[in-house]
């Protein structure tokens, strides 16, 4: 069975910074690309970064430079560190193994809110 479970959201200040972490089980990590989306109310979800199984990195335009993927294959986890907050990143972030059509799985989502 697989299963990806997000932690590490919460309440921040503009400005702030949070690290999300993802923990895999059920499927064998080193071999899918993972990356991170988020979904803001009344908007569709998007892809925020995304990392090979090489280690290669994407980001939106959006967070380029304040957001910082990576994985520990050891531990079969996925992070996000998220610098300098806006409000405008205020969502629901969710781990995904596979990516777009090669989707394998779906975190249950954990909600970041950015606000003073």
């Known amino acids: 069975q697989v299963q990806l479970v997000e932690s590490g959201g919460g309440l921040v200040q503009p400005g702030g910074s949070l690290r999300l972490s993802c923990a895999a089980s059920g499927i064998r990590f080193s071999s899918y690309a993972m990356g991170w989306y988020r979904q803001a109310p009344g908007k569709q979800r998007e892809l925020v970064a995304a990392?090979?199984?090489?280690?290669?990195?994407n980001y939106a335009d959006s967070v380029k430079g304040r957001f910082t993927i990576s994985r520990d294959y050891a531990k079969n986890t996925l992070y996000l560190q998220m610098n300098s907050l806006k409000p405008e990143d205020t969502a629901v972030y969710y781990c995904n193994a596979g990516l777009g059509v090669a989707t394998k799985a779906w975190g249950q989502g954990t909600q970041v809110t950015v606000s003073s």
């Open positions: 990392i090979s199984t090489g280690g290669t990195t």
